[in-house]
Protein backbone atom coordinates (compact mmCIF):
# COMPACT_ATOMS: atom_id res chain seq x y z
CA UNK A 1 0.00 0.00 0.00
CA UNK A 2 1.41 3.61 -0.82
CA UNK A 3 1.51 6.03 1.51
CA UNK A 4 2.77 9.44 1.85
CA UNK A 5 2.61 10.89 5.07
CA UNK A 6 2.91 14.68 5.31
CA UNK A 7 4.03 16.31 9.12
CA UNK A 8 5.62 19.41 10.18
CA UNK A 9 2.90 21.41 9.62
CA UNK A 10 1.65 24.35 11.74
CA UNK A 11 1.96 27.72 12.81
CA UNK A 12 4.62 29.91 12.03
CA UNK A 13 5.77 33.23 12.66
CA UNK A 14 6.56 36.15 9.76
CA UNK A 15 10.36 35.24 9.27
CA UNK A 16 10.30 32.05 11.18
CA UNK A 17 10.87 28.62 10.22
CA UNK A 18 9.07 25.26 10.08
CA UNK A 19 10.17 21.91 8.76
CA UNK A 20 7.52 19.53 6.78
CA UNK A 21 8.70 15.91 6.43
CA UNK A 22 7.04 13.53 4.18
CA UNK A 23 7.49 9.58 5.30
CA UNK A 24 7.00 7.91 2.53
CA UNK A 25 6.37 3.54 1.85
CA UNK A 26 4.97 1.18 -0.36
CA UNK A 27 6.88 2.29 -3.37
CA UNK A 28 10.80 2.53 -4.09
CA UNK A 29 11.71 5.87 -3.12
CA UNK A 30 14.85 6.10 -5.04
CA UNK A 31 13.38 5.21 -8.54
CA UNK A 32 11.02 8.73 -7.82
CA UNK A 33 10.95 12.74 -7.95
CA UNK A 34 9.87 13.68 -4.87
CA UNK A 35 8.39 17.25 -4.81
CA UNK A 36 6.41 19.67 -2.59
CA UNK A 37 3.25 21.30 -3.89
CA UNK A 38 0.78 24.21 -2.19
CA UNK A 39 -2.70 24.94 -2.81
CA UNK A 40 -4.55 27.84 -1.24
CA UNK A 41 -8.59 27.92 -1.64
CA UNK A 42 -9.81 28.34 -4.98
CA UNK A 43 -5.94 28.52 -6.79
CA UNK A 44 -4.49 25.56 -8.69
CA UNK A 45 -1.95 23.68 -6.97
CA UNK A 46 1.47 25.15 -7.60
CA UNK A 47 4.66 23.61 -7.47
CA UNK A 48 7.35 24.43 -4.47
CA UNK A 49 9.88 22.63 -4.79
CA UNK A 50 11.31 19.54 -6.82
CA UNK A 51 14.33 16.94 -6.05
CA UNK A 52 15.08 14.15 -8.83
CA UNK A 53 16.41 10.58 -8.24
CA UNK A 54 19.32 10.21 -8.50
CA UNK A 55 21.44 12.93 -7.93
CA UNK A 56 19.37 14.93 -6.39
CA UNK A 57 19.03 18.43 -8.62
CA UNK A 58 16.67 20.89 -7.07
CA UNK A 59 14.49 23.42 -8.62
CA UNK A 60 12.07 25.88 -7.06
CA UNK A 61 8.77 27.76 -7.37
CA UNK A 62 9.44 31.43 -8.15
CA UNK A 63 7.96 32.53 -4.88
CA UNK A 64 10.07 30.31 -2.51
CA UNK A 65 13.18 30.37 -3.96
CA UNK A 66 16.65 31.61 -1.38
CA UNK A 67 13.89 30.60 1.05
CA UNK A 68 12.71 27.29 1.07
CA UNK A 69 14.91 24.38 1.00
CA UNK A 70 14.20 20.70 -0.25
CA UNK A 71 16.28 17.22 0.16
CA UNK A 72 15.88 13.79 0.20
CA UNK A 73 16.62 10.91 2.67
CA UNK A 74 16.52 7.72 0.66
CA UNK A 75 17.34 5.18 4.33
CA UNK A 76 14.43 6.49 5.40
CA UNK A 77 12.15 7.30 2.38
CA UNK A 78 11.35 10.79 3.35
CA UNK A 79 11.58 13.85 1.58
CA UNK A 80 11.95 17.26 3.86
CA UNK A 81 11.01 20.83 2.84
CA UNK A 82 13.00 23.28 4.86
CA UNK A 83 10.59 26.87 5.29
CA UNK A 84 12.51 29.78 6.14
CA UNK A 85 11.88 33.25 6.30
CA UNK A 86 8.08 32.65 6.39
CA UNK A 87 5.77 34.92 5.08
CA UNK A 88 1.99 35.25 5.81
CA UNK A 89 1.50 33.94 1.76
CA UNK A 90 2.65 30.89 2.82
CA UNK A 91 -0.41 30.33 4.50
CA UNK A 92 -1.86 27.35 2.75
CA UNK A 93 -1.72 23.26 2.65
CA UNK A 94 1.06 21.45 1.43
CA UNK A 95 1.46 18.26 -0.19
CA UNK A 96 4.23 15.84 -1.04
CA UNK A 97 3.90 14.54 -4.39
CA UNK A 98 6.14 11.23 -5.99
CA UNK A 99 6.63 10.98 -9.34
CA UNK A 100 8.06 7.70 -11.45
CA UNK A 101 10.81 7.99 -13.20
CA UNK A 102 9.96 5.08 -15.41
CA UNK A 103 5.92 4.67 -15.25
CA UNK A 104 3.05 7.58 -15.15
CA UNK A 105 2.46 6.52 -10.79
CA UNK A 106 2.43 9.46 -9.48
CA UNK A 107 0.88 9.85 -5.77
CA UNK A 108 -0.09 12.26 -3.20
CA UNK A 109 -0.12 12.61 0.47
CA UNK A 110 -3.09 14.29 2.09
CA UNK A 111 -2.08 17.53 3.10
CA UNK A 112 -0.42 19.57 5.63
CA UNK A 113 -1.87 22.65 6.65
CA UNK A 114 0.89 25.84 7.10
CA UNK A 115 -0.34 28.94 8.95
CA UNK A 116 1.80 32.22 9.23
CA UNK A 117 0.83 35.01 11.45
CA UNK A 118 1.80 37.22 14.25
Known amino acids: QVQLVESGGGLGQPGGSLTLSCATSGFSFSNYHMSWYRQAPGKEREMVAR????????NYGDSVKGRFTISRDSAKSTVFLQMNSLKLEDTVVYYC???????????WGQGTQVTVSS
Open 97 to 107: NAVSKWSGNNY
Open 51 to 58: IVSPGGAT
